[in-house]
């Protein structure tokens, strides 16, 4: 299994290039089932999480070709509509063809996802929202079965926003008859990219980035060409990291437009951030006047859906939070147990204590570099940026995790002038 291994202590300087956002890539891929037309999508990241949604796409007779970050989709010989449990396991984000394949086809047998690092993460909102549609669902050795003949506009008012159930939903609604009114819906700018490639296809959607979607559903849908947006959580990561280890960064092909509260709270920890439409330059200097060292100022992070501070970027604030200056609280307000990282965290030497959905964490001058296990995605990254400052090695293991949604972490770090490699 592969590691990562840090030298901690080099500041990052250069350019480094975001890739396409993980989480606008999967459901748009999976909205290739809603049409037999081609459909070409690029700005695709190479991920783990990626190859997993064309596996399934493929194991459904879809075909799916991908040129570097360009993927093809054909849809039209899909012959089976199941999304199975060695799938759907590895990858929670599976449950986004349920919409598309009951939508188009009027059966899918997708395998409930089970259990989960940060918590419970039940679909029932998924389930309930296709049911008000018309479509009835079983649920039977551990898979969802849902069947309508063809699902019938609905009023849906979400107990919770959910990101992929406002997707599921949504993908659902555009082949449904008649309109769908989507309440309490989830204005995540990845919800935003999938209705653009909807639209793109022919669906009538209004109320775009607000919480209330109204679709008015079509027969059919055509083909379509569509860029994915920016990874803005890939984006924050790399800030993060600047404000942790120091120096001065430009991101390219970033859309600064979308991650307003994680650059107020960088600003707010001292980061000088210069933006334009699609670059952000980060700069942090460590070395103070007469030498003394300068730690980022801790903030305050409660996170919530967007536009609010998302829970995507917490664990990558808290190691900036370990290492500055003052006392700083991280409250969790989406996910019940997103807080494996802080053990890590300790074993890199932070004051971190945990009070119910709140993180206390005392800022320390340094860390100290050791071996520490990554528990899921943005955990990994959390422990990246405090390896990137900790004094010594930290080797990191279990990076399967970062790999489903970082791309060429380690390679880009490096460029920018980080002591990290891969190590088998
Ligand atoms: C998506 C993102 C994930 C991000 C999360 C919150 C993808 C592929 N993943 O996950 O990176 O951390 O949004 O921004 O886009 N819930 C229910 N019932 C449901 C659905 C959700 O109780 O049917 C709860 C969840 O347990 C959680 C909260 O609602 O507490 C929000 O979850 P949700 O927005 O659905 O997260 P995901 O879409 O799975």
């Known amino acids: 299994m592969d590691k ?5 202590g080099a500041r990052l300087n250069g350019e480094v290039t975001i890739s396409g956002a993980k989480n606008a890539a999967l459901p748009i891929l999976c909205a290739g089932l809603l049409t037999p037309e081609p459909f070409v999508i690029s700005n695709v990241p190479e991920l783990q999480d990626v190859s997993t949604t064309l596996k399934l796409l493929r194991g459904m007779g879809a075909s799916a070709e991908r040129e570097g970050h360009t993927v093809a989709i054909d849809a039209s010989g899909v012959n089976n509509t199941e999304a199975p449990y060695e799938l759907v396991k590895t990858m929670r984000a599976s449950v986004l063809v349920l919409g598309p394949l009951v939508a188009r086809f009027g059966e899918a047998r997708v395998s409930l996802p089970g259990g989960c690092a940060i918590g419970s993460r039940p679909v029932d909102q998924h389930i309930k929202g296709l049911q008000l549609m018309g479509a009835e669902i079983s649920i039977e050795h551990g898979y969802i079965h ?3 003949r063809r699902l019938k506009g609905a009023r849906i008012v979400t107990d919770m926003v959910t990101v992929t159930g406002t997707e599921n939903l949504m993908m659902a609604a555009v082949l449904a008859d008649g309109e769908t009114l989507i309440e309490n819906a989830a204005r995540e700018p990845e919800v935003t990219d999938l209705a653009h490639v ?3 296809m022919g669906a009538r959607i209004e109320g775009v980035g607000t919480d209330r979607l109204h679709i008015q559903g079509v027969e059919r849908l055509h083909g379509t060409r569509h860029r994915v947006m920016a990874d803005r959580i890939e984006a924050g990561t790399f800030l993060c990291a600047v404000l ?3 120096g001065d960064v430009t991101l390219r092909s970033v859309e600064p437009s979308t991650m307003d509260a994680t650059l107020e709270k960088l600003r707010e920890a001292g980061a000088r951030l210069d933006c334009g439409e699609d670059w952000i330059r980060v700069r942090f200097d460590r070395s103070g006047p007469a030498g003394a060292l300068q730690r980022p100022r801790s ?3 409660r996170t919530a859906p967007y536009p609010g501070f998302a829970t995507d970027m917490q664990a990558q604030f808290m190691a900036v939070n370990a290492i500055a200056q003052g006392t700083g609280m991280v409250t969790e307000t989406i996910f019940e147990n997103r807080f494996m990282h802080v053990q890590e965290l300790q074993r890199l030497g932070a004051d971190i204590a945990i009070e119910g959905n709140t993180s206390v964490i005392r800022g ?6 050791a071996d520490v296990m990554a528990t899921d995605l943005r955990a990994s990254a959390c422990l990246v940026i405090a390896a990137l400052v900790a004094e010594g090695t930290t080797v990191i293991d279990r990076i399967y995790h970062l790999d489903r949604g970082y791309e060429k972490m380690e390679s880009k770090l490096a ?3 980080a002591n990290i490699r891969r190590v088998s």
């Open 415 to 417: 460029a920018l002038g």
């Open 198 to 200: 909807l639209i793109g």
């Open 364 to 369: 320390v001058p340094g860390l100290s570099g």
């Open 4 to 8: 990562l291994k840090i030298e901690g």
């Open 299 to 301: 903030v305050n992070i």
């Open 146 to 148: 849902a069947r309508a």
């Open 244 to 246: 942790a280890a120091g």
